[in-house]
């Protein structure tokens, strides 16, 4: 299984809480339609001086599959959307190993 974690600075001109509602209402509507996405998970931060305002969790079975859903049409769509609503994107993609 392969995760992609990304890390998610709001535009300028959004609140905190506007970016919040966003992150986890709307932007998550476009995660659901991802094609092979097998978990997601949106943390928001507590707001103060976080260096980002959301991180992203996205799960595939392998590579293959992650390169499929970003390159579908709903993975475009996503990436219009957080191109819209960020000011800045990490992404790294990783193999877990949970240690609990």
């Not at 890390?7 to 992150?23: C, D, N, P, Q, V």
């Not at 769509?77 to 877990?96: K, P």
Request: glycine content about 6%; hydrophobic content about 40%; aromatic content about 8%.
């Amino acid at each position: 299984m392969v995760k992609v974690i990304s890390l998610l600075k709001r535009a300028e001109g959004l609140s905190h809480e506007e970016y919040a509602k966003w992150a986890v209402e709307e932007h998550a509507e476009f995660a659901r339609k991802l094609p092979g996405l097998r978990k997601y998970t949106v943390n928001v931060s507590n707001g103060g001086d976080a260096a980002y305002d959301s991180v992203h969790e996205l799960y595939f079975d392998d590579e293959d599959a992650r390169a499929a859903a970003f390159g579908s049409e709903h993975g475009k769509a996503a990436a219009a959307d957080a191109s819209a609503h960020t000011s800045s994107r990490v992404h790294v993609l990783t193999t877990e190993h949970a240690q609990l």
